[in-house]
Nanobody
Framework: QVQLVESGGGLVQAGGVLRFSCAAS????????MGWFCQIPGKEREFVAA????????YYAESVQGRFTISRDNAKNTVYLQMSSLKPEDTAVYFC????????????????WGQGTRVTVSS
């Protein structure tokens, strides 16, 4: 049974930093491109960032380019999202998933979603 467990969210002031983790279990994801999505109430999940299987290629939404960094540790089946220079508009629940990238945007591969981790950025 696949599980994706996101953690690391919290309340942070604008300009602050946070680091999210996504621990995957149930099957190995080391060959998958993995990514992060965010969602605010009433809106669909949006692509944030993705990283290919060996970390050699990364993809970012324009809104986070230069501020967020995605990384992974295949030995731990874990994907990370380092967020810096946070803005109030980054406030959302963040989810991870296996991803396929088309152009510069990632799309979730799995129908399954974890509970996500929430970040609230105060101004």
């Amino acid at each position: 049974q696949v599980q994706l467990v996101e953690s690391g969210g919290g309340l942070v002031q604008a300009g602050g930093v946070l680091r999210f983790s996504c621990a995957a279990s149930g099957r190995p994801f080391s060959s998958n491109t993995m990514g992060w999505f965010c969602q605010i109430p009433g809106k669909e999940r949006e692509f944030v960032a993705a990283i290919n299987w060996n970390g050699g290629s990364t993809y970012y939404a324009e809104s986070v380019q230069g501020r967020f960094t995605i990384s992974r540790d295949n030995a731990k089946n874990t994907v990370y999202l380092q967020m810096s220079s946070l803005k109030p508009e980054d406030t959302a629940v963040y989810f991870c998933n296996a991803v396929y990238v088309r152009g510069s945007t990632g799309y979730a591969l799995l129908d399954y979603w974890g509970q996500g981790t929430r970040v609230t950025v105060s101004s």
